[in-house]
C-alpha cells in the first residue's frame, strides 16, 4: 500500500536492531484518515470471506481493526491483555509473548463474543516473530470459531512471523512488508495489497 509505505518513510524511526516507531500515526497517536484507508483495503481483500468478526488485541491493533469492521460492517473485538473484574463471565485465554515488552502476558476474549459460527479475520498493527497472532488464534480455536486470515499493517519479513502463520494454513495480508533496515534506511518487499 503506497500511501502506508511512504507515511513509514516520512514518520517511521528505526530503533536499534529491528523496531520500528511509528507513533505519530499508529501505535500512539492515530491518525483516522489512513486507517480508514487501510481498513478499507483489508475488506476489500476478504470481502468473499464471509467474515462475520474482526478480531484484534489491544491497543494498537484496534485502530486498524475497528476501520476494518467498519468497512466489513461486522462488529470488532479485541483481546485483553490484563484480567479485569467486570469479566466476570466466561473467558478464553492464551498466552502471549510481547516483542516489544518482553514479557509473558495472558490475553483475554469473553467467550460470549466468539462462536463456532464465527469466521475471523485477524487484524494487528505490526508482524514480527507471530507470537500475538498464534495467540489469537488460539483463543479463536476455543471458540470453535474459524481464522480466514490475518491481516497486518507493517510485516519485519526479516522475523519469522509469517512462515509460523502460514505453516498453519491462515494467509497473510500485509500492507507494508520491511525486508530489512540497511544503513539506516527501510527496504521494502513487495507487499500483498
Ligand atoms: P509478534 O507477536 O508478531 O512477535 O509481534 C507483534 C506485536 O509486537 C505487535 O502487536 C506490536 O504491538 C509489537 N511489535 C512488534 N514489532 C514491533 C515494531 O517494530 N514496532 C512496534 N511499534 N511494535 C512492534
Given at each position: 500500500?503506497?500511501?502506508?509505505?511512504?507515511?513509514?518513510?516520512?514518520?517511521?524511526?528505526?530503533?536499534?536492531?529491528?523496531?520500528?516507531?511509528?507513533?505519530?500515526?499508529?501505535?500512539?497517536?492515530?491518525?483516522?484518515?489512513?486507517m480508514q484507508?487501510?481498513?478499507?483495503?483489508?475488506?476489500?481483500?476478504?470481502?468473499?470471506?464471509?467474515i462475520t468478526?474482526?478480531?484484534?488485541?489491544?491497543?494498537?491493533?484496534?485502530?486498524?481493526?475497528?476501520?476494518?469492521?467498519?468497512?466489513?460492517?461486522?462488529?470488532?473485538?479485541?483481546?485483553?491483555?490484563?484480567?479485569?473484574?467486570?469479566?466476570?463471565?466466561?473467558?478464553?485465554?492464551?498466552?502471549?509473548?510481547?516483542?516489544?515488552?518482553?514479557?509473558?502476558?495472558?490475553?483475554?476474549?469473553?467467550?460470549?463474543?466468539?462462536?463456532?459460527?464465527?469466521?475471523?479475520?485477524?487484524?494487528?498493527?505490526?508482524?514480527?516473530?507471530?507470537?500475538?497472532?498464534?495467540?489469537?488464534?488460539?483463543?479463536?480455536?476455543?471458540?470453535?470459531?474459524?481464522?480466514?486470515?490475518?491481516?497486518?499493517?507493517?510485516?519485519?519479513?526479516?522475523?519469522?512471523?509469517?512462515?509460523?502463520?502460514?505453516?498453519?494454513?491462515?494467509?497473510?495480508?500485509?500492507?507494508?512488508?520491511?525486508?530489512?533496515?540497511?544503513?539506516?534506511?527501510?527496504?521494502f518487499a513487495?507487499?500483498?495489497?
Amino acid at each position: 500500500m503506497k500511501l502506508l509505505e511512504d507515511r513509514i518513510l516520512k514518520d517511521g524511526d528505526i530503533i536499534g536492531e529491528n523496531i520500528l516507531k511509528v507513533d505519530s500515526f499508529l501505535t500512539h497517536q492515530v491518525d483516522f484518515e489512513l486507517m480508514q484507508e487501510i481498513g478499507k483495503v483489508f475488506a476489500d481483500k476478504y470481502k468473499d470471506a464471509g467474515i462475520t468478526k474482526v478480531v484484534t488485541i489491544e491497543a494498537s491493533g484496534i485502530a486498524p481493526a475497528v476501520y476494518t469492521a467498519q468497512a466489513l460492517n461486522v462488529p470488532m473485538i479485541f483481546a485483553k491483555k490484563a484480567k479485569n473484574i467486570t469479566m466476570n463471565e466466561g473467558i478464553l485465554t492464551a498466552e502471549v509473548y510481547s516483542f516489544t515488552k518482553q514479557v509473558m502476558s495472558q490475553v483475554s476474549i469473553a467467550s460470549k463474543f466468539l462462536s463456532e459460527d464465527d469466521t475471523v479475520l485477524i487484524v494487528d498493527d505490526f508482524l514480527a516473530n507471530g507470537q500475538a497472532a498464534k495467540g489469537l488464534m488460539e483463543i479463536i480455536g476455543q471458540a470453535g470459531a474459524a481464522v480466514a486470515g490475518v491481516g497486518i499493517v507493517i510485516e519485519k519479513s526479516f522475523q519469522d512471523g509469517r512462515a509460523l502463520l502460514e505453516a498453519q494454513g491462515v494467509p497473510v495480508t500485509s500492507l507494508a512488508r520491511i525486508q530489512e533496515f540497511k544503513d539506516g534506511s527501510i527496504i521494502f518487499a513487495e507487499a500483498d495489497a
